[in-house]
Structure formats: C-alpha cells, structure tokens
C-alpha cells in the first residue's frame, strides 16, 4: 500500500541494491513526479536519459560560462539510483525534477571538502559523494555506514552494506518500502547523534530540496511525490522547517553563470582510487549485481574464466566449478547471506590463479573495476570546440576510449598525419587525449607513436580551450600567437615552433617565427642559445616531413649555430662540477643539432662546429668533463685521428693532473654515451692509459674520484663490463702517456684500424629497413650528412672509430655479417 505524504527513498549512490529497491518502490508507488538530488539546470537534459544513445556511465557536467575550469560532475552508472529514477519516470511519461543546489550557486561557492565532488587539479564543484551518507561533526567528518556496521558487529563498512543491502536480491521482502523505512529510521538516529555536522553547505543544501519538495506537493499533492535523495539527507526532508527559515539561508548566495550538459563517464572514475569520490571501489562488480538475472557468483566466476582464457592461462569448466564451490563454502563458514567479493576474489587466488596475485591483478582492473566509457547523443549541448572535435574523431575514426590503448602513426599516409595533426592541435591546447610514446617516430621521423586514454576531465579542458576558438585548428592557432606573444625564454618558443609544425598551423608560423627572432636577438646567452637549437633542428626535419616551407626557420637556426660557435669556448671556461654537467648536456644537443641542419653545406657550419670542439678539447680552462666529451665527439665524426685521441688521453691521465680532473675527463671521454665501454674494448692503447693511470692514483685520493669512475662504468652493459674485466685480467700492454704506438688488434678477430667502406655498407640497408628509401633507386648512393645523421639518430648506429671489422673473416662472409646488421 503507498504510504501517505511524500515518498522519501533514501539511497546509496551507485549502489545496485538501493536502484532494485528504487524500482520495485516506483513501481508500487506510482508518483506523479519525481523528484531527485541533483542540480536543477539538469531539467532540461532529463528527456535525453530516454534517448537510445545515451548509455551509462555518464555524468551532468557544469560549468562557469566565464571560467570553464571551475566544473563539476554528477556522474550516473546503470546500477545508480537516479539513472533507474529517471528511466523509470521516462518509462512511465512521469515528470522528474532536480532538487539540489543549483550549479549556479555551487560553482560560486568555496572549496569545502564536503561531499562535494572535487575535480582533480584543484578544480572544484558541488557533485555527489559517496550516497551523501558522510556527515561532519565538530570538524571530524564521520561515516555512517561505519558507525552502523560496527552497531551491528562488522569492521568492514562495505561488507556490511552488502550483506543488507546489496545481496538481498529481488523478491525478497513483501514490502517494497521497507528497506527505505529502516534506512530513514537509522539516519534519523545518526542525526539525533552527530547533528547536521554543521557544515553550512549541507545546510543549504537541505533548504533548497525543502523549497522545491513543498512546490512539488503543492503542485501534484502529497501522495504524489517521491524523492530520490542520500539517505543521510533523509531527516532534514521530514524535520519541521519553515518556508522563511530556508529561504533566508539561500539568500545572499553568490552565484556565476553555468551551462549544463551530459557528457560520457567511467566506472574507473566511479572508484574511491580514481580521485572524484564517488563512494565504490568495485563498479565493475557493482554493475554485474545490478544486471545478473540470477546466480550472480556463477555468472561472475564465468566472466572472469572468459578473461583468463583469453590471457591465454588455462581455465577450464572444473576450474569454475570449484570455484563456485569455494567461494559458497567461504560464504558461509563467514556467515554472509551470499559469496560477496572477498569471497569470489579469494575463490580465483586459489582456483583459477594458482595463488598468484599477479592475474588477479588483471581481473581486479579489467572486471572488478572496469574500463565501461559511457556514451552520450550528440543531440547532448555542447560547446562549439567539442562539437568539431567530435566530427573530426568520427571522420578519422579515432574513437574515444577509457582504458590506454598505443596507437602508431605512418605521417606518408593522409588519415594517419591528420591523426597526428589532432593530436598535436590537442596537446597545444592542453588537452592530453595523446601522450608521445617511445618509439621509431618519436625523433621526428615519418613515424609517431602515441599513448591515447580519453578521461572524463578532457571535456572540460575542451571547455576551457573553447575560448581560443569554435573549432580545433582556429583554437590551436589563437592558442599557439598567444603564447608566443608572452613568451619571455627563447627555449620556449622555439619548442613552441616545434609544437606548430607538429600541428600543422600555418597561419601562427609568422607570429611565432617574429618572436623568435626577436627573442634570438636579445639573448646573449650561450646556454640559452645552445638550449634552443635542438628544438629548431628537430622543427625542420618535421618540415620536410610534413611537407612545411622552413626555410625562414632554417635561416634563424642557422643563426643560432654560429653564434653558438662564437660563444661556446669561453662560456665553457672556469665552470664548476655542476656547471660543467649541465654544459655538457648542451654540448650533446648542439652537435647532434648541426649534424641535422639542412644549411651545414651552405654555411659550412660542420666544419667549424668542429674547430670549436677542437678548442674545447685542448684547452686547460676547460673542466675535464667537457675536454674529454669535446674530444670523443671529434673521434667519433672521423675529425680527430686515434692517435691524437691517445695524445689528449695520457695529456689528461698523466701525473701531473689532480685525480678529480682526471676522472672527469674519463667520464666525459667514455662515459653517458652510446658505445663508450666498446670503446675501451676495441683500443687497447686507450685501454692501457685508463688501467695505468687508475692503479697510480695514491691510495689519499682514490675515494675522491671513485663516485666518478663508478656511475661512469657502471652506466655499461654487463657483457661489456664483463670483457673489460677479462682485458684487465690478462694485462693488456700500454704505453707511455704521449707516446705513439703500433697499431694492433684489441682483441682476437679485430682488425687494428676502421674499415669505412665496409662500415658503410650497411648503411643502404639500414635505409631500407627504416623505410627512408625502400623502392629508390638511387638508395645507395644516399650517403650524404643528412642522411647518415637520420640513421644514426634513429639506430643508435654512430660511425665510431672502435667498430673495426674482424680482420680474419672473408670478405664475403664479413658481407653476410654487415647485412645481418
């Protein structure tokens, strides 16, 4: 029988057996309204809820019109209360109204750390939290499902709440309003308890349901009206409240312009982990309680057999049998009305895991939490921006997904640089859908690879980037001027240059190109010049790729170079530990960047790029990390002979060199790059200078350089490590420091000296395997610096003096070796 008085249905937010008991209450109830907490801007988006494309999870987005940042979420699974509420009065053409604070006041509000939803980042809103069963007291914030479970002897809330709530299943009780009375009543003792908690957001709140839950009765008459709220807001709907005193708590509020719309959500974002608060740990489960017609345990420990299966672990129909068994063994030796979570999850360690918490970690995200992303019809409002993001994601079949997915990119192909292009324009906007990955592309090449999660904050940094523009280029391009305008560091715009050939954004080059220039200008300072130039490098390689005129760009970096060159020697002078490290890291950069410039030829920038490194290499004032680097860089581009290295070598490992600065020429020499342990293995002059002058260091000064000599050596492969030590061992011969020696082999096999022909050979298939210059015709005459630069960037294959080809292989089995190569 409908009880008389308005139809208060206390609930759980999210909780599958609160939205059962929601239903069989409606449908005995039969209201003539329906009133649910949320925020009232959402009436007009209830009629979508009955659309066919919208599914859950989804959530009510609100945001200031004039700060998009400042947002919240009213997010809604299938097995949430207020989804079943508006289906069903949808179902039943019955009107639903929301009765909580609107957006408009809760978005003006400050902070509280209520139960209000807070977006991650700092961004804050006035969502829902955990069913509104939290309340507050005295500052110390209580729950009461805590409070009620240790009332009736369990220590676990959650276990609790499952054993009376959610594993009672449908038909078990004859009277549908039955469990809303029982939770009321002890709602109503927790608040004679701890109060209202004091908390004047709560309280406002409160007076604004009591204001639209008496219109509602005086529209549509007592025995009418059902409200679908937290229970914890239960007793303030049924306490005796004047229509003065609540409106004279809401006025005064302050209060800012919102929008509203649905947007896709989670069931990661429904967990307690995920950040937002939204009161489960296990929406997965939650969601498969919610739609298991019967036998929930079976049909679970099924899907989690399927899951395992195509891991590839064996599972078979015995191994869910005995699963089943277990789990309902557990289940009542622990006295639960049915096997919850803990039992099934227990019941899978033993039986389908083998004890092992490793696949279960897999079902735990893949099942008990979940990778659901809801969707919404595009009939949803949106901004302008998401709208064409939204036709563009379509056109280039780039769907939005929740779980973490790699996507590679071939930029030769029209959809996929248009993919690359979207995701570029999006990053520029700070709208992390994709995140670089490691891979071939991501030096610059014609291949990229990406990390793509689509979270539910993107649509409102969508939001937020709507103000640069209506669609995604003119919001990238407004976007990228804007920046180059306050750009202050000529680091930064020239990465912002390189964000723009990226995106493809034509139309901001010149601004962007005029700051630079202007930036270039005035800055005299060599870390900083040395600091831009890779970017600018990378920029144009990007441009042949894409197809972009860089030849402006080309001349700035140029530029750059030389002055780069000018004031390099003397920067380098004088510098302490720290900056000398930090000049080193510079160094790298420009000597890879000049070996990229497409101007090289014309300004002859690789030969003095290496006169300066000459320079560095032989100059005293010079810290020894920076000689030593300046010193293996020539040696590895052929511009240093060996034996002027095996000079450079004893000159900074002799006697009369402080063991600091001599370790520091070492680490410079053979240390933090590619192929320095090789090095020593391959030259057995260098090798000898090392292991004479280490076993001379006075006992005084030997725990002085060992912190260097470790992280030097100790950044080598084992196996590397390994033949260094059986060298050592067997007491390779060394020379005096500054005196010549014969050139012979290191190690058995090895011819004493570079074989550069052979060397190259493997260049042209190196091209081929890249796909640089698969089908060419002309693929092995290819050998110019541009090219080999490309190769070796993206290979780690470096032209060094210490890859000799074995001296005793014929010359066409040496042939089959380079090709495998």
Not at 37 to 52: F, K, Y
Not at 683 to 695: E, S
Not at 778 to 801: L, N
Request: contains cysteine; glycine residues 10%.
């Amino acid at each position: 029988m409908t009880p008389r008085g308005p139809l208060l249905l206390g609930v759980r937010h999210h909780g599958p057996g609160s939205a059962r008991a929601v239903l069989r209450a409606l449908d005995a109830a039969a209201p003539g309204v329906v009133l649910v907490e949320g925020p009232p801007e959402g009436d007009a988006l209830v009629a979508l809820a009955a659309d066919e494309a919208m599914r859950p999870p989804v959530a009510l987005l609100a945001h200031a019109v004039d700060d998009p940042g400042r947002a919240a979420f009213w997010p809604m699974a299938e097995f949430s209360p207020e989804w079943v509420a508006l289906r069903w009065a949808s179902a039943h053409d019955v009107p639903v109204r929301f009765i909580d604070l609107p957006a408009a006041h809760s978005l003006a509000l400050p902070s509280e750390d209520g139960d209000g939803e807070a977006k991650e980042g700092g961004e804050e809103g006035e969502g829902e939290g955990e069913g509104d069963t939290s309340g507050d007291t005295g500052g110390l914030r209580i729950d009461p499902l805590a409070v009620l479970a240790e009332a009736a002897g369990y220590d676990d809330p959650e276990r609790w709440w499952e054993d009376v709530v959610e594993h009672q299943g449908p038909g078990r009780t004859g009277d549908p309003f039955a469990p809303f009375d029982a939770v009321a009543g002890a709602m109503g003792a927790l608040r004679e308890e701890y109060g209202s908690g004091g908390d004047r957001r709560d309280l406002v709140r409160e007076a604004h349901m009591r204001i639209r839950l008496r219109a509602a009765r005086k529209e549509f008459g007592d025995d009418r009206v059902a409200v679908v709220c937290g229970a914890w807001h239960v007793p303030a709907l049924t306490g005796t409240y004047t229509a003065t005193a609540d409106r004279a708590l809401l006025k005064g509020l302050p209060k800012v312009r919102a929008e509203m719309t649905w947007v896709p959500w989670t069931h990661r974002r429904l967990a307690r982990h995920s950040g937002y608060g939204a009161g489960i740990d296990s929406p997965g489960w939650y969601g498969h309680l919610f739609a298991a017609p019967d036998r929930p345990v079976e049909r679970w420990l099924t899907k989690v057999a399927g899951l395992l299966r195509d891991e590839d672990r064996m599972v078979s129909s015995a191994h869910v049998i005995e699963a089943v068994r277990l789990a309902e063994t557990l289940a009542v030796m622990r006295g639960r009305p049915l096997a919850g979570l803990t039992e099934t999850t227990d019941a899978i360690r033993a039986v389908m895991c083998d004890g092992s918490d490793v696949p279960l970690s897999l079902v735990h995200d893949r099942l008990v939490v979940g990778d659901v992303l809801g969707e919404v019809p595009d009939a949803a409002p949106a901004v302008p921006l998401q709208r064409d993001l939204a036709r563009i994601q379509r056109t280039l079949r780039l769907k939005p997904e929740a779980h973490e997915r790699e996507l590679d990119l071939d930029l030769r192909k029209d959809t996929d640089a248009a993919k690359s292009r979207l995701l570029h324009r999006l990053r520029l906007l700070g709208v992390g859908w994709g995140v670089p990955g490691a891979g071939r592309g991501s030096t610059g090449t014609f291949r990229e690879s990406w990390r793509l999660c689509w979270e539910p904050e993107l649509y409102v940094k969508v939001a937020e980037a709507g103000v640069w523009g209506t669609t995604v280029l003119a919001a990238a391009t407004a976007r990228a001027e804007s920046r180059a305008v306050a750009a202050t560091a000529l680091a930064e715009v020239t990465a912002l240059a390189e964000e723009c050939l990226l995106a493809e954004l034509p139309d901001a080059l010149p601004v962007v190109m005029r700051a630079l220039a202007d930036r270039a200008a005035l800055d005299a300072d060599v870390g900083h010049l040395a600091q831009a130039l890779p970017a600018l490098a990378r920029s144009l390689r990007y441009g042949d790729v894409r197809s972009t005129d860089t030849a402006a760009l080309g001349e700035v970096a140029a530029g750059l170079a030389e002055r780069v060159c000018v004031g390099l020697p003397p920067a380098c002078a004088g510098l302490d530990a720290d900056g000398a490290a930090q000049m080193r890291t510079y160094l790298d950069g420009v000597h890879t960047a000049i070996g990229l410039l497409p101007a090289v030829r014309d300004r002859d920038l690789a030969a003095r790029w290496g006169a300066v490194l000459l320079k560095l290499a032989a100059r005293d004032t010079v810290p020894g990390l920076l000689r030593g680097r300046a010193a293996r860089l020539l040696l590895d581009d052929g511009r240093l002979p060996e034996d002027e290295a095996a000079r450079f070598m004893g000159l900074a490992l002799s006697p009369g060199t402080p063991p600091g600065d001599a370790a520091a020429w070492i680490e410079g020499f053979v240390g933090g790059a590619p192929g320095g342990g090789m090095l020593l293995v391959h030259d057995a002059r260098l090798l000898g200078l090392v292991d004479a002058w280490l076993t001379g260091v006075p006992a005084e000064a030997f725990t002085d350089v060992l912190p260097l000599l470790r992280r030097t050596f100790s950044a080598y492969e084992p196996g590397v490590r390994r033949t260094l030590g059986e060298l050592v061992r067997r007491g390779p011969a060394a020379p005096e420091a500054g005196t010549a020696a014969p050139h012979e082999a290191a190690a058995p096999g090895f011819a004493p000296t570079l074989d550069a022909a052979r060397a190259d050979a493997v260049l042209p298939v190196l091209r081929l395997l890249l796909g640089t210059g698969a089908g060419r015709a002309d693929v092995r005459d290819q050998t110019d610096v541009r090219d080999r630069a490309d190769v070796r960037e993206q290979t780690g294959v470096r032209e060094e003096s210490h890859v000799r080809a074995p001296a005793h292989v014929p010359e066409q089995a040496h042939a089959t070796t380079e090709g495998k190569r």
